[in-house]
């Protein structure tokens, strides 16, 4: 069973920047590729992006491309998503995932554990 802790949420100007951080319980937590999705008011969850379990590789939704980057320090346990020029559409509660397959999966399907996600909103 792995445990996953979102901080770092919060209310923002638009254009400007937050980091998500995700705690893990797992003792391999380099086996898990690590996911961020998000929820937004009305909508179903969407992918953000994914990091490896080594972190040598990462993948990004068009939407939050070049202005997300995800990263991990699997001494820590942790995994960060830096989000920069922020916009009003990305207000969304956000998710972290594990994934057992460590596979740069974007469906949630593929992710074993989930957090309870945490809250960004952008103010225009």
């Known amino acids: 069973q792995v445990q996953l802790v979102e901080s770092g949420g919060g209310l923002v100007q638009a254009g400007g920047s937050l980091r998500l951080s995700c705690a893990a319980s797992?003792?391999?937590?380099?086996?898990?590729?690590m996911g961020w999705f998000r929820q937004a008011p009305g909508k179903g969850r969407e992918y953000v992006g994914t990091?490896?379990?080594?972190?040598?590789?990462?993948y990004y939704a068009s939407s939050v491309k070049a202005r997300f980057t995800i990263s991990r320090d699997n001494a820590k346990n942790t995994v960060y998503l830096q989000m920069n020029s922020l916009k009003p559409e990305d207000t969304a509660v956000y998710y972290c995932?594990?994934?057992?397959?460590?596979?740069?999966?974007?469906?949630?399907?593929?992710?074993?554990?989930w957090g309870q996600g945490t809250q960004v909103t952008v103010a225009s």
């Open positions: 995932a594990a994934s057992a397959l460590n596979a740069l999966a974007t469906s949630e399907g593929a992710y074993n554990y």
């Open positions: 797992a003792r391999t937590f380099s086996r898990y590729a």
């Open positions: 990091i490896s379990g080594t972190g040598g590789t990462t």
